[in-house]
């Protein structure tokens, strides 16, 4: 983990009745971020999605109906989102969303 204050969950925690406590705790599930990078990041999960997607609430109640490996990509992508909105480089974020894109098993199986 990165040392940064605030921990975002990629697949969100109340999506733990979905796919179980292991799946969503799972440190390749989960990234230290930056405050105002999170925040940013919520703001998106919470924004109006755009079109073909404009007949639910939010971001977020799309992402959420998705399989997890799906949600996970596209929290992944939400954060590279945010960095840019940001125009905020670390190369430490950076690597560690590179990793998480290389290195995911689905939850149940195996490597």
Known sequence: MLPYAVKLHLV???QTARFGTE?????????????KLHTE???IYSARP???RKKLATSRAYIQ???????RTEGIQMVRDAMKTLAMRDS?????L???????????SSK
Do not use: T
Not at 23 to 35: D, K, R, T, V, Y
Not at 65 to 71: T, V
């Open 98 to 108: 590179k990793a998480l894109d290389e290195d995911f098993c689905p939850p149940g």
């Open 23 to 35: 799946a969503i705790q799972s440190i390749s599930n989960a990234i230290n971020l930056p405050e």
């Open 92 to 96: 430490a974020i950076e690597q560690r």
């Open 50 to 52: 755009g079109r073909p």
């Open 65 to 71: 109906s998705l399989p997890y490996g799906e949600q």
């Open 41 to 43: 990041v919520g703001r």
């Open 12 to 14: 969100e925690q109340n």
